[in-house]
């Protein structure tokens, strides 16, 4: 069975630090790897997906996250946050068919002081 | 802007109630999934159609039932509402070709349901 670790429920940074949001999977294939963000009471927005290829992969508003098989893990990470960063995060694994039956973690709430 | 729009948007239903949840794809998207997301939870996976026929089911009861429509629309219902059903209902949506992978997937914004 597939499933998603988050380990870190809430992570505070100052504006203009660097981020690093851990994920790690357990499936049996190749997986297709997701990080979406969700703002308060909003649906998800999709920053990124890993499927093949490039195993560091860049996504929206200046996020990446890096595929990494040995460890399985898909970290995200971003190099300066801004405070319109602040939301909860969730890194989800799926089928590398491409369909939705995605199994997601349980988040990480990020928070960003000035 | 994902191009999938869900009604109601919030409701309230009492315990034993029935409860209809609405989703409109994009053009051409034959794929819908719907998630349960619980407060402090991420989306649990409920089940999925591709072309108008149930193609997976998460680990939900059979009060969870849904249908997907010609014009890329679909539905989930929720028979004898539970106190534990109350949660945000997701849906995601995209156009599967065979063969192909990778597809991107697209979420409304959901729909608040509070059973009470």
């Known amino acids: 069975a597939q499933s998603v670790t988050q380990p870190d429920i809430h992570i505070t940074v100052s504006e203009g630090a660097s981020l690093e949001l851990r994920c790690n999977y357990s499936y049996g294939a190749t997986p297709y790897l997701f990080w979406y963000v969700q703002s308060p009471g909003q649906g998800l927005q999709l920053l990124l997906k890993?499927?093949?290829?490039?195993?560091l992969v860049q996504g929206i508003k200046g996020f990446e996250a890096e595929f990494k098989r040995s460890q399985s893990s898909f970290n995200l990470r971003k190099p300066s946050v801004h405070w319109s960063d602040a939301a909860e995060y969730f890194c989800a694994v799926g089928p590398n068919f491409g369909n939705e039956k995605l199994t997601f973690g349980t988040g990480t709430r990020l928070t960003i002081i000035p | 802007e994902t191009g999938v729009t869900q009604s109601p948007t919030h409701l309230i239903k009492t315990r034993g109630q029935q409860v209809t949840l609405r989703c409109s794809s994009q053009?051409?998207?034959?794929?819908v999934s719907w998630y349960q997301q619980a407060l402090g939870q991420g989306p649990q996976f409920i089940f999925q159609y591709y072309r108008e026929e149930e193609n997976g089911r998460g680990n939900f009861p059979p009060r969870f039932s849904g249908l997907q429509f010609p014009n890329y629309s679909s539905e989930l219902n929720v028979n004898a509402l539970e106190l534990d059903d109350s949660a945000l209902y997701l849906c995601a949506s995209s156009s599967q070709k065979r063969g192909s992978s990778g597809n991107t997937i697209y979420f409304g914004e959901g729909s608040w349901l509070t059973v009470v």
């Open positions: 890993y499927f093949s290829g490039d195993t």
């Open positions: 053009s051409g998207h034959n794929t």
